[in-house]
């Protein structure tokens, strides 16, 4: 077969414009440190590495989430642990409160100290992080979550956020908690009962806070404990207020102060002495109080004037400070959980951090150019194009004529 000088030549051009090509492709690799350049390099890898460039920018997101979610649940156990400091305090001003030589006017300086340290609590409550987002707003609602307000019957605070806990996720976590759940849901009296003075006690007689001694045998009725002067003889007598009914066994017994009483499973002492016609009431529990009512209720207290004073006030101070433990429990709790979750945010950021570098070099793997070896490959390419643009200009100088 005879081949033409012509066709000759335009397949060696061919050639050498395919070198310059290939070796232009290598250039721009080199320069752009990428080994796939566009999806017709390598559809597999290109594909693979989409893949990882998606999940990166995911698991980037994730970390921005967490970052955020860390500041806010610092700040929330922080004001935590300032709402835990200010309990202490209240509690120490209830003690101090309960010093029977105290004078009026020392009663009402405690009280005011006591609002004071109120307000502040309810500041903590509505505390905002650095974006202005509440901390104990739970799912969310209004941007003041507790409102103090003031009515006829006494100052009371109202929640109006949404209740509720976000729950926390694989790599996220929560950034409000429920601030409802910490300072609204206290316990009143004992958990179980609320023991009270009557309101026309004109003696001197209070109780503790009373117990649960047999919890089969709670009816979960109200009771009245009522007293009388029978022939010079302080008696007491307990009726089951919910049915009408006296208590078996309770009725026109003998008084002494420091004596424990017990019926229908519940227990309580008395102490002091009732004058005739005082009463008890122990009323069951139907609905939990708040913190910031515990502390209202101790400022009413210290208030309160004329006689069987100091026994309302020294029971009054008794439930209010046993509340107010149980509620400086819930916010021990909270903080607790606050603390949880730092510390799984620190895990949870080493974990993402791993899987962003791992992501980094599976992409990296995919479509990044090593380096070494494509210099190699550029200078190779570029002595092959030298070589054959110089046989090229050797060969295109043959000619039959130079031979006539």
Do not use: C
Request: charge should be negative.
């Amino acid at each position: 077969m005879r081949i033409a000088t012509a066709n000759a030549f335009d397949n060696t051009i061919a050639q050498l414009t395919r070198r310059q090509a290939d070796l232009a492709k290598q250039q721009e690799r080199l320069s752009s440190g990428k080994q796939v350049l566009k999806p017709s390099d390598d559809p597999v890898a290109a594909t693979l590495a989409e893949t990882a460039k998606n999940k990166l920018a995911r698991n980037e997101a994730d970390l921005r989430a967490l970052k955020a979610s860390r500041t806010s649940l610092e700040q929330v156990e922080s004001g935590l642990g300032e709402s835990s400091d200010l309990i202490q305090q209240v509690r120490e001003l209830f003690v101090t409160a309960g010093n029977g030589a105290f004078t009026d006017s020392e009663r009402e300086d405690v009280a005011r100290q006591l609002e004071s340290l109120r307000e502040r609590l309810v500041a903590v409550a509505n505390r905002t992080d650095t974006n202005g987002r509440t901390l104990f707003g739970g799912l969310g609602g209004s941007s003041t979550p507790f409102v103090d307000t003031y009515t006829a019957s006494g100052a009371t605070v109202v929640f109006q956020g949404q209740r509720g806990q976000a729950a926390a996720g694989n790599t996220s976590l929560p950034s409000t908690l429920d601030g409802d759940a910490i300072w609204m849901r206290v316990p009143q009296g004992n958990g179980t009962f609320t023991v009270s003075l009557g309101a026309g006690n004109t003696g001197s007689v209070r109780t503790d806070m009373g117990e649960v001694s047999n919890l089969s045998a709670v009816t979960g009725d109200a009771y009245q404990i009522a007293f009388a002067d029978v022939g010079g003889q302080m008696q007491y007598s307990i009726t089951n207020t919910t049915t009408g009914l006296p208590v078996a066994g309770q009725t026109g017994m003998p008084y002494q102060s420091g004596q424990m009483i017990a019926f229908d499973g519940l227990s309580l002492t008395l102490k002091d002495g009732p004058a005739a016609g005082d009463t008890v009431d122990i009323n069951p529990v139907s609905a939990s109080t708040d913190l910031f009512k515990v502390v209202q209720n101790a400022i009413d207290a210290l208030r309160v004037t004329g006689t069987g004073a100091n026994a309302q006030r020294t029971q009054a101070l008794t439930q209010s400070l046993t509340e107010l433990d149980s509620a400086h429990d819930r916010v021990l709790l909270a903080r607790g959980r606050a603390g949880e979750w730092l510390n799984r945010a620190d895990s949870l950021d080493s974990l993402l951090g791993d899987r962003s570098a791992a992501l980094k070099i599976e992409k990296s793997n995919l479509e990044d150019l090593d380096l070494i070896q494509g210099i190699s490959d550029f200078q190779t390419q570029q002595t092959a194009l030298d070589a054959a643009i110089k046989a090229y200009a050797q060969v295109q100088k043959l000619s039959l004529f130079s031979a006539i």
